[in-house]
């Protein structure tokens, strides 16, 4: 039996390119065993969990950027996470590493090199992070999804496979998805996020943009992730509009909301732009603008420039600018339906993702 561990960061977009590659390398060979390093958010745990994934943890810590005493403690956390890994690859013995970048995989991957175990890196973003620039000499091979990153690794060693995205966001039933939130099918459907973990500006921006959309109630219907627990806060806006309107701090069903979702507005991370460009829905892009070296921005320009999206920087994000590019696209179908067909032609980029990705970790089993 061949035996492959991954590493995925805290947030769905190392999550679930490593839950899709796992998934299709189970389908290709049922007899392999694919398992999970993690780092120490509950939620994570539980998300590998729900699918019958076998979790490690490991100590891990971002690179600090300025005072002596954070570097001296990430010092201190990372031996002990190499450690940690040591023992875990020794007691494994994992045929390879499938490392999805984050602070979690820099361990692990300088065990699995000191062991002499093959590492395959994936880099999800335009950008690479830091943590995949300071490994890619330790890797025998580098995924990446956008060829414009081939100039920041090994060219010898770097190969375009794209960002797997979830086959299950693709096999969903339209009317389980309308049951499951209680939705009418005649309506637009409004998909708000900001990534698995929301985002303060966005929901705030929100708050703004309500009254802008009172006259369009009748005709539209809004699905809001907001993270942390402002579910309730937020909820109570959307009430003081008589919107309809569904609120979550966090939702397990992200598969039903794009089956419904007519548009979107969202951060720009790498995964959420691969899933959207995979199910071909218009969308608004806020670029989270802290993300180490803009990287959101640099995501989203390209379909940007395409005409397929709408790249709205958070620098002069409000509501009302936030109506001005929303309302036009909840009462134009027809410029919908334009950007949903020149989605098209990307699509299978992102769909055959995965089994791009999984036979290349095929080739070391």
Not at 259 to 268: E, G, N, Q, S, Y
Request: with cysteine.
């Amino acid at each position: 039996m061949k035996n492959i561990l991954l590493t995925v960061g805290g947030t769905g977009g190392h999550i679930y390119p490593g839950l899709a590659l796992a998934n299709k390398l189970l389908e290709r060979n049922p007899g392999y065993s694919c398992s999970f390093i993690i780092d120490k958010k509950p939620i994570v745990e539980s998300i590998f969990n729900k699918k019958g994934f076998r979790t490690y943890r490991i100590d891990a810590a971002p690179f600090p950027r300025n005072k002596f005493w954070h570097i001296i403690k990430f010092l201190y956390i990372s031996l002990k996470g190499f450690l940690m890994s040591l023992l875990l690859l020794k007691r494994k013995k994992p045929d390879i590493i499938v490392a999805f970048g984050a602070y979690i995989s820099v361990p692990v991957v300088i065990a699995a090199y000191a062991l002499k175990i093959p590492v395959i890196l994936h880099e999800q973003n335009y950008l690479p992070g830091m943590a995949n620039r300071f490994l890619s000499f330790m890797a025998s091979k580098i995924a990446i999804s956008n060829s414009i990153s081939m100039k920041h690794f090994p060219p010898e060693k770097t190969t375009l496979t794209g960002n797997p995205v979830r086959k299950e966001l693709f096999e969903v039933n339209k009317e389980d998805a309308l049951e499951y939130f209680n939705f009418d099918k005649d309506k637009t459907t409004i998909l708000i996020f900001g990534g698995s973990q929301g985002a303060m500006s966005i929901n705030q921006s929100v708050y703004s943009l309500m009254p802008y959309l009172e006259s369009l109630r009748e005709s539209i219907q809004i699905i809001h992730i907001c993270g942390g627990k402002l579910g309730k806060q937020v909820l109570d806006e959307y009430n003081k509009y008589d919107l309809k309107a569904l609120v979550y701090n966090y939702l397990e069903r992200m598969d039903y909301a794009y089956k419904l979702a007519d548009i979107v507005v969202a951060r720009a991370g790498a995964t959420t732009i691969a899933e959207i460009s995979a199910l071909a829905i218009p969308t608004i892009f806020i670029p989270y603008p802290h993300a180490a070296s803009r990287h959101q921005y640099f995501n989203a320009r390209p379909i940007c420039d395409r005409g397929l999206a709408i790249c709205y920087p958070e620098e002069k994000l409000s509501g009302a600018g936030l109506a001005v590019r929303l309302v036009p696209l909840i009462e134009d179908k027809e410029r919908r339906r334009r950007l949903v067909a020149g989605y098209k032609k990307y699509q299978d980029k992102y769909k055959g993702a995965s089994g791009r990705l999984a036979e290349l970790v095929g080739e070391y089993l």
